[in-house]
């Protein structure tokens, strides 16, 4: 849990590439399991402030007879620029900026908006226990009795204590971002230090890590992906906002991150997770950095989930 109290330092920003979403993850063996193929989303450039959208290419009628033009069908909606359209109509508090990336699980489709990089804050616990679990399938063994109790405080209260007990266990920031080159994120760096708050991370990338925690195809086993959706299910009362705003009494799990930086008083506030509206599971992640007031940015993420999630109304 960030707090006005929690470390901070300088912010160490990776160098803006352009986000890529991987769909296809390498295949290991782990715990004598191959886990790993294809993801969610079709790997994909992202160009300007969106990504391509996932929609399938429209497929061409055949020509009526010999020498007519073939037609085509109309063009697949286009998501990122309706995700585009709905975050333009927020009310974004004056120097505040905001980034989101949701995916519709069953068509497979998403939308990015935004393509800067943002202080993690306390969303970066749900890296951590990934690469935690990542490490120990490599290593043939379980969590220990310690590591669960950190990992369960660390994500139900986001406790900052516990996600400083796991960071050195997975080996600080190299740890981090060794588990985060197979996962196939490529634009989340991991915090100096202890700073593990200050990691650097986009929408898009936040999207791929929940891919691997939510998604079947992944390079966390189906034991360890049950385990991280079972304790973002299971977040205290006080910390069910962000995402968790779209169910609206439907299923949820989810992580959020806030924090005050010191150099301006401003606040950090994210949000990422699963939540299932009228019977579609997806996969949200909003970012965000400006605003004067938690109570502030977590209004503005909360209503940049709805407007992401809207955009697969009709899927």
């Known amino acids: 849990m960030e707090s006005p109290r929690a470390r901070r330092g300088r912010r160490a920003r990776p160098s803006r590439r352009r986000p890529l979403l991987y ?29 391509v959208s996932s929609a399938p290419s429209p497929s061409a009628r055949s020509s009526a007879g010999a020498g007519e033009e073939a037609s085509v069908t109309e063009p697949a909606e286009d998501r990122d620029a309706a995700l585009g359209a709905a975050m333009a109509r927020l009310a974004v508090p004056p120097g505040a900026r905001v980034s989101a990336a949701v995916l519709a699980v069953d068509s497979g489709e998403s939308a990015v908006y935004g393509d800067a990089a943002f202080d993690t804050a306390s969303i970066v616990k749900v890296d951590i226990l ?19 109790a950190y990992a369960a405080e660390m994500i139900e209260d986001s406790d ?16 981090l971002d060794a588990a985060n080159k197979r996962f196939g994120m490529t634009q989340t760096s991991g915090g100096e230090g202890e700073l593990w708050g200050l990691t650097q991370t986009t929408a898009a990338d936040q999207l791929v890590l929940l891919q691997q ?15 991280v959706q079972g304790l973002m299910e299971a977040v205290r009362a006080d910390q069910r906002w962000g995402v968790s705003a779209v169910a609206e009494g439907n299923s949820w799990a989810l992580k959020n991150g806030w924090l005050a930086r010191s150099t301006t008083g401003l606040w950090d506030v994210n949000s990422i997770g699963r939540v299932t509206v009228d019977g579609t599971d997806c996969l949200v992640a909003v970012l965000s950095e400006g605003a004067e007031s938690q109570a502030e940015g977590i209004a503005l993420v909360e209503a940049a989930a709805k407007a992401a999630v809207a955009v697969f109304g009709d899927t």
């Open 130 to 148: 990934a690469a935690l679990l990542l490490q120990a399938q490599d290593e043939g063994r379980r969590l220990t009795a310690a590591e669960r």
């Open 213 to 227: 925690v939510f998604g079947a195809e992944s390079e966390l086993s189906a034991a360890s992906r049950t385990y």
């Open 23 to 51: 769909a296809v993850l390498a295949a290991v063996a782990v715990g004598g399991v191959t886990a790993g193929g294809t993801a969610y989303v079709k790997a994909r450039a992202h160009t300007g402030t969106a990504a």
């Open 160 to 175: 900052n204590t516990s996600a400083t007990e796991l960071w050195h266990t997975i080996g600080r920031a190299a740890g």
